[in-house]
C-alpha cells in the first residue's frame, strides 16, 4: 500500500540552527501538507502547497518557514534560526486532488530543539 | 469558538461497551468530515469519512448534522484495540487548496 515517507523520524537541534524535513507523498497525490503537533496538543494545519506553490498558511507559518518541492518527489519544510517553541511532532500529509478529500500523512518527524 | 470542538475525555469504557464522541464545528463554509485515530505519538489514521447521509464501518458508524454543524461517531463492541485519541476533522475548500482542521481529540480507554 502505498504511503507517504518522512525522514528523519528524530531531529534534534540547537536552538538558532536551520533544519530541513523531507517528506516523500504519494506518487500520484496533487496536494501536499505540513502539519503539526506540540507534544499533548492538537495538530495545526502549517502550509498546503499545490502546483509548485503555497496554497494556503497559517499564522504559525512565519518568514521561519519555507517550503520546496525540489524535484519530482519529495517535498521539504525548512526551518530556520529554530526556537525551543518549535519542538513539535511534524507530519506532511498528501491527497490526491480535486474531488477526492481524505488525506494520508506520514509517520512524523519529532523535532527536539535543544 | 474553537473551529472544531471535542470532548476531550478520557472515556473510559469495558470491553464490549458502546461509546459515541461528538464534535461540533464553527465554519458553515466546511465542506468535507472526517474521523481520524491517533495512536499515543503517532501519525492521524484515517477511521473513516462521514457522509451526510451517516455511514457504517463494521463496528463504526459516523453521523453529521449540518444545520446542527455537529457530527458523531459511535463505536459499538468496544476492543481493546479501540483505546486510541479520536480525531474529529473537517475540510475546508480555499482557491487551489484544502485545509484540514483537527479537533483537540477524545481520548478513549477500553479496559478488560
Known amino acids: 500500500e502505498p504511503e507517504v515517507t518522512q525522514t528523519p523520524s528524530h531531529q534534534v537541534t540547537q536552538m538558532g540552527q536551520e533544519v530541513i524535513l523531507r517528506c516523500v507523498p504519494i506518487?500520484?497525490?496533487?496536494?501536499f501538507y505540513w502539519y503539526r503537533q506540540i507534544l499533548g496538543q492538537k495538530v495545526e494545519f502549517l502550509v498546503s502547497?499545490?502546483?509548485?506553490?503555497?496554497?494556503?498558511k497559517s499564522e504559525i507559518f512565519d518568514d521561519q518557514f519555507s517550503v520546496e518541492r525540489p524535484d519530482g518527489s519529495n517535498f521539504t519544510l525548512k526551518i530556520r534560526s529554530t526556537k525551543l517553541e518549535d519542538s513539535a511532532m511534524y507530519f506532511c500529509?498528501?491527497?490526491?486532488?480535486?474531488?477526492?478529500?481524505?488525506?494520508?500523512f506520514g509517520q512524523g518527524t519529532r523535532l527536539t530543539v535543544v | 469558538r474553537k473551529e472544531v470542538e471535542q470532548d476531550p475525555g478520557p472515556f473510559n469504557v469495558p470491553e464490549g461497551a458502546t461509546v459515541a464522541f461528538n464534535c461540533t464545528y464553527s465554519?458553515?463554509?466546511?465542506?468535507?468530515f472526517f474521523w481520524y485515530r491517533q495512536d499515543c505519538r503517532k501519525e492521524p489514521k484515517l477511521l473513516m469519512s462521514?457522509?451526510?447521509s451517516g455511514n457504517e464501518d463494521g463496528r463504526f458508524t459516523a453521523q453529521l448534522n449540518r444545520a446542527s454543524q455537529y457530527i458523531s461517531l459511535l463505536i459499538r463492541d468496544s476492543k481493546l484495540s479501540d483505546s486510541a485519541t479520536y480525531l474529529c476533522?473537517?475540510?475546508?475548500?480555499f482557491g487551489a487548496g484544502n485545509m484540514l482542521t483537527f479537533g483537540g481529540g477524545t481520548r478513549l480507554m477500553v479496559k478488560p
Open positions: 500529509a498528501s491527497n490526491q486532488g480535486e474531488g477526492f478529500t481524505e488525506a494520508f
Open positions: 506518487s500520484n497525490h496533487l496536494y
Open positions: 502547497f499545490y502546483n509548485n506553490e503555497i496554497s494556503e
Open positions: 465554519n458553515s463554509a466546511s465542506q468535507s
Open positions: 462521514v457522509y451526510s
Open positions: 476533522v473537517v475540510r475546508r475548500r
